[in-house]
């Protein structure tokens, strides 16, 4: 069974950092592209940033110059680091995984930014 599992979210205090990270586990194909959209209560769900198995990568202007995303292809694993974090950085953010085949969705992990 594949899955992607997510963890590093928290409560962290205005001006804070977490690092988010996203492991795909199981029978998997080799994988493309891979990124986190963030979904905060009430609003569609947006693309934070995305990465390509080669490293180019490309954020939403809200994160850029607060964010970096960064992947271990050998271990399947994608990362955000998330500086100088705002309260309206608050939400579920949720890792993909895109296949040959389909895309892989993490279960989500809160991420909460409030003094």
């Known amino acids: 069974q594949v899955q992607l599992v997510e963890s590093g979210g928290g409560l962290v205090q205005p001006g804070g950092s977490l690092r988010l990270s996203c492991v795909a586990s199981?029978?998997?194909?080799?994988?493309?592209?891979m990124g986190w959209y963030r979904q905060a209560p009430g609003k569609q769900r947006e693309l934070v940033a995305a990465?390509?198995?080669?490293?180019?990568?490309n954020g939403a202007d809200s994160v850029k110059g607060r964010f970096t995303i960064s992947r271990d292809n050998a271990k399947n694993t994608v990362f955000l680091q998330m500086n100088s974090l705002k309260p309206e950085d608050t939400a579920v953010y949720y890792c993909y995984a895109d296949t040959s085949f389909r895309r892989l969705w993490g279960q989500g992990t809160q991420v909460t930014v409030s003094s």
């Open positions: 990465i390509t198995r080669g490293g180019s990568s």
């Open positions: 199981g029978s998997i194909s080799r994988i493309s592209d």
